[in-house]
């Protein structure tokens, strides 16, 4: 059993998969791929490579697929890592972070097409960036896993830290650990009019869960006020009726969440 393990979730990645798995294999690390119903080639890479795959029949979303792919690894530590995320570097130093008092987590330094996207000293921070994240296991296990509800994606890598910061716990930033990472591939299958629904509702249902309902509220109304006026503001530039129906979704949404607080379910969007 290795040490490390490295957890990655795909959907439709048959672009960027090849060189993420190639970088993941030469670390050592236990690889393990959960793909979310893709209906491109990403399969085909993952088999080309003799990596374990995890095939879901349909999309689970990011949070569901990462806690599979926690629960098939025994690894004492597992690296979150995006499809378009390429490892230049090895995993020690994220290791090690992961090891100092109180830390339960660790993110490295993301190099993106136009150079460095994060600072370059070492230190504690509130947030690593989810693409290149390391956690304990025993951390996860304490803390439940991700919080499935944020579906299809955003958000629960912030939740995720918010309560291991409510723990007690520490996360820190590595710049000795490197990938090069494009970014946002994902979210591009996603259909356009479900882009903003998807993450104002992730926004609404973290908000709910860490602030106080005075603070939530006014969340709701910030997200309702804004959706109103970008609706308009879209409707009148593109001559086009469909902001309506996108941004109307945000908007009875907020608006009931302003009234009545946050209820899962209390609107769903498809699957995608």
Request: aromatic content about 10%.
């Amino acid at each position: 059993m290795s040490a490390i393990g490295i957890v990655i979730v795909t959907y439709n990645s048959e672009t960027e998969i090849g060189a993420c798995l190639d970088a993941a294999i030469a670390t050592g690390a236990e690889v393990v791929v959960v793909d979310n119903a893709s209906t491109d080639g990403t399969k085909t890479e993952i088999a080309r490579r003799g990596v374990r795959l995890i095939a879901n029949p349909s999309n689970r979303g990011f949070a569901a697929a990462v806690n599979q792919g926690f629960l098939a690894l025994n690894s004492t530590y597992i690296l979150l890592l995006n499809p378009d995320a390429v490892i230049q570097s090895g995993l020690e130093s994220l290791r090690r972070a992961c090891d100092l008092p109180r830390a339960g987590a660790a993110g490295g330094r993301l190099l993106g097409l136009d150079g460095d996207l994060d600072c370059s000293a070492p230190c504690a921070v509130q947030q690593p960036a989810g693409a290149f994240f390391m956690v304990r296991r025993d951390v996860w296990q304490e803390l439940g896993g991700f919080d499935e509800g944020f579906f299809p994606l955003w958000f629960e890598d912030v939740d995720f830290c918010r309560r291991m910061l409510d723990r007690g716990y520490v996360a820190h930033y590595v710049p000795q650990a490197v990938s090069k990472h494009t970014g946002g591939h994902s979210i591009a299958r996603i259909a356009v009019e479900m882009r903003q629904f998807y993450w104002y509702r992730s926004l609404l249902r973290y908000s709910a869960r860490h602030f106080n309902p005075f603070s939530f509220r006014v969340v709701c109304l910030a997200v309702l006020t804004g959706a109103l006026l970008r609706m308009l503001a879209e409707t009148i530039w593109t001559g086009s009726l469909k902001p309506l129906v996108v941004y109307g979704k945000v908007v009875r949404l907020a608006g009931r969440c302003s009234v009545f607080g946050w209820r899962d379910g209390v609107v769903s969007g498809p699957h995608i």
